[in-house]
């Protein structure tokens, strides 16, 4: 089983498809779909459902979601006929502690996504050998520079980013193509989505991941670690 990540990134290239099947055929192990179900999202979520329809896929239900986001989960369920659809979301205790009334998120974002997302998540990926997400180059600040394979040297396991080399025009092409239903508020200007309070419309020509967090510091969620530490370069 090749694990070396310079050789499993220089064998696959660019060609999501390909790679994507490799790391759903059991060669890297134990592998999930993490996703937002946001404004890409479909995306890998066709493939998936393509090529091995009973892997797990881990929905982060934050309770802070756009009601929008939990329709379209339910409704790309159904139609992907997706199998192991596994909603996660924070513990009622911690919640209860820390962010009883919900406005966490103002006043420290960062603890916020780690009770409402990283924790969950991390929980949730135990087991795992690896997992996918969607993120992409285009996307800028931190994963300017991603790879397609990675390796999260605190947890061992790999982290597969299909996508990494796509961009605007592949995905809608993608989308057209496989003629799938769209996030609703993709129409209404909202290019990455995210929860409700911390994610906005962006202007045309702007960073599709500007409405996230705008005005502050804060391009990621945390989830996205590498080397045992949380990514928080600004995005350019
Ligand atoms: S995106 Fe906002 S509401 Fe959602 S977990 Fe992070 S800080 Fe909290």
Redesign the pocket.
Known sequence: MPRDLATLNARFGQDAETALRFSLSGALGEIALVSSFGADSVVLLHMVAQIAPQTPVLFID?L??FPETLAYQRTLAEKLALRDLRVIGPDREALFAD?PD?T??RA??????????TRPLAQALQGFDGWISGRKRMQGGARADLDLFERDTASGQTKVNPLASWDVRQIAAYIDRHDLPRHPLVAKGYASI??????GPVAAGEDPRAG??RGQD?TE??IHIQDGRVIRRKAS
């Open positions: 934050t802070m979601l962010d919900a966490l998120h420290a974002p960062d603890a916020c996504c780690d009770l409402r997302k995210g929860c409700a309070p911390c994610t996230r967090w804060k969620c945390g």
